[in-house]
């Protein structure tokens, strides 16, 4: 009896905790894309064009800061997701390097990055409308593939 009333016990946690679990869509309008060049240790410019975007991303926050990041192609193919936490360290050091005063940094475990710029993914998954203020971006950084790349998305 006792192991029924624990097993119960945590079922009912999980139910409540996933069930308080939110997602977003944001749909991109247009994104630019570099890559790391592995042979001069360097990342390429960012392109000056913007290129047209039929991609989104679905945000959903796991539990307490956690949040899991899926970008999606025009065709709803998937690309990459993430799984994150905000990271204090990355965000401090960004926002000073890339002259990005609302820039939020979410790393993930294999040290790939998310990065939103005027909005977080907090607000994001309270109030998807913050998606529409001006300069709202969404980076990727993608560190841990065999040529690492990056996106940013409007």
């Known amino acids: ?3 029924l009333s624990t097993f119960l016990a945590l079922l009912f946690i999980f139910l409540v905790s996933t069930s308080n679990a939110q997602s977003v869509r944001i749909n991109f309008v247009r994104y630019k894309q570099i890559e790391f060049n592995t042979y001069i240790s360097e990342w390429e410019n960012w392109p000056n ?9 679905i945000i959903r926050n796991i ?6 990041v899926s970008i999606y192609s025009y065709d709803d193919s998937f690309l990459v997701s993430s799984t994150c936490t905000f990271d204090s360290n990355v965000t401090t050091k960004k926002r000073d390097s890339q002259d990005l005063p609302y820039l939020n940094c979410y790393s993930d475990t294999e040290g790939d990055q998310v990065w939103t710029n005027v909005v977080s993914l907090k607000s994001l998954t309270e109030d998807v409308t913050g998606w529409k203020q001006d300069g709202a971006q969404l980076y990727l950084w993608i560190f841990s593939a065999e040529t690492p790349f990056s996106f940013v998305f409007e």
Not at 49 to 56: L, V
Not at 63 to 68: L, T, V
Request: avoid cysteine.
């Open 49 to 57: 064009s913007w290129n047209e975007s039929g991609a989104y991303a």
């Open 63 to 68: 539990y307490d800061g956690m949040y899991e």
């Open 1 to 3: 009896m006792k192991k």
